[in-house]
């Protein structure tokens, strides 16, 4: 069954500062994976989606990179702003069609 | 616009009182799913629905129903509702379970049993 482990948990940088968020993986026969943002309360905003073909995937701010060999994505977000303060998910695409997300990490930027 | 739309946002209610938390997209997808989030837990998936009339279980299925007679709506219902079903629930879709097919999520629904 497919287990998936996000580190940090939890991580507090000022502005401006660069940061990797971490997701891994057990079952490396994944199709894609798929990184999105939540809001406090709020649903799951998609931010990039790697196909299983793909080595990263880049929009805007965001970089996403995915080894599935070694079961690994990262989350890379240049320039951090308050604005991206939020919790962030991590889901690979498992053969059939259960998704199983990893816990997130809570990131809060600070001004 | 295209979107996932959940309803209600916010039910209250009490053990044993039958519910129905409809999900609906207007995108034409054919596959939707139903998650629920609870601290500490994640998300965890509930029901998903291939097709029309196809549905199989998640990881968390028990206490829960669901129905896929159209295309665009795929229902969640709790027939005898107990106070651990107290979560946040999601509806998703997507337009085929590929590669690059990605899910798009509703708002949520804040469901409280007492």
Redesign the interface.
């Given at each position: 069954k497919q287990e998936v482990t996000q580190i940090p948990a939890a991580l507090s940088v000022p502005e401006g500062e660069n940061l990797v968020l971490n997701c891994s993986f057990t079952d490396s026969a994944i199709y894609n994976l798929q990184w999105f943002r939540q809001d406090p309360g709020k649903g799951l905003t998609s931010l990039l989606l790697i196909q299983s073909s793909q080595r990263e995937q880049t929009s805007g701010r965001l970089n996403a990179s995915l080894d599935k060999s070694s079961g690994r994505s990262t989350l890379y977000i240049a320039a951090s702003q308050p604005g991206d303060s939020a919790t962030y998910l991590c889901a690979p695409g498992t053969g059939g069609f259960k998704t199983i997300f990893g816990a997130g990490t809570r990131l809060f930027v600070k001004a | 616009e295209a979107q996932v739309t959940q309803n209600p946002r916010y039910l209250i209610t009490v053990t044993g009182k039958k519910l129905t938390v409809t999900c609906s997209q207007n995108m034409n997808h054919e596959?939707m799913?139903w998650?629920r989030q609870d601290p500490g837990l994640?998300?965890?998936?509930i029901y998903?629905s291939?097709n029309v009339e196809v549905t199989?279980k998640?990881?968390v299925p028990e206490g829960y129903k669901v129905s896929r007679k159209e295309k665009r709506n795929f229902p969640l219902i709790l027939e005898s509702p107990s106070p651990n079903q107290t979560s946040?629930y999601?509806c998703?879709s997507s337009l085929f379970?590929?590669?690059?097919n990605?899910?798009?999520?509703?708002?949520?629904t804040?469901l409280t049993v007492l």
């Open positions: - | 596959y799913s998650y994640g998300l965890r998936q998903y291939m199989d998640g990881d946040l999601f998703a379970r590929s590669s690059y990605e899910q798009f999520f509703g708002p949520g804040r």
